[in-house]
T-cell receptor, first 111, second 115 residues
């Protein structure tokens, strides 16, 4: 089974700071997902990437397939970015479908 | 707009009761999933279905049951055999297989509490 490790678990920063969240996984994958969970519990997909880098607004996701590592960056952070950010990779247990999720990084941006 | 609707948002279950969580999607997705989230843990897969009238167990299927009679619906029943059902439950769907690079969509989740 693919193991997913995220760091840090908790992160508090001031508005405007550059944020980096890291994700490492143990088994080679076809694509990696970054998700955002709002305080109410709903989850939205931010990125799905299999190589290189993707950018959407102030969010940037990178992946290094050889090192089995991905990072999510937030530039010019804002209090509305406060959420739990979750990394997920394809489940690799005996052909089953679905994703394996990291435990998430709880981000708080203070004004 | 297309999306996934879960209901109810909050549910209380008495000891020994079965309860059913609803999940409906209008995205025309083939694959649907049920995940459970506990504090401090990653989401864990309960059941998934890749096609109507077929479903497979995930990592923590004991005490749960599902059905997939229609493409858009994938209800989850939490049975009395589930000894620790208090958790946050999320339904999700993908256009094709979830482990094949397809974007995953989630519902807003259902909070289940045993009283």
């Amino acid at each position: 089974k693919n193991e997913v490790e995220q760091s840090p678990q908790n992160l508090t920063a001031q508005e405007g700071e550059f944020i980096t969240i890291n994700c490492s996984y143990s088994v080679g994958i076809s694509a990696l997902h970054w998700l955002q969970q709002h305080p109410g519990g709903g989850i939205v997909s931010l990125f799905m990437l299999s190589s290189g880098k993707k950018k959407h607004g102030r969010l940037i996701a990178t992946i290094n397939i050889q090192e089995k590592h991905s990072s999510l960056h937030i530039t010019a952070s804002h209090p509305r970015d406060s959420a739990v950010y979750i990394c997920a990779v394809p489940y690799s247990g005996g052909g089953a479908d679905g994703l394996t999720f990291g435990k998430g990084t709880h981000l708080i941006i203070q004004p | 707009d297309g999306g996934i609707t879960q209901s109810p948002k909050y549910l209380f279950r008495k000891e020994g009761q079965n309860v059913t969580l609803s999940c409906e999607q209008n995205l025309n997705h083939d694959a649907m999933y049920w995940y459970r989230q506990d504090p401090g843990q990653g989401l864990r897969l309960i059941y998934y279905s890749q096609i109507v009238n077929d479903f497979q167990k995930g990592d923590i299927a004991e005490g749960y049951s599902v059905s997939r009679e229609k493409k858009e619906s994938f209800p989850l029943t939490v049975t009395s055999a589930q000894k620790n059902p208090t958790a946050f439950y999320l339904c999700a769907s993908t256009r094709g297989q979830g482990n094949s690079g397809n974007t995953i969509y989630f519902g807003e989740g259902s909070w289940l509490t045993v009283v």
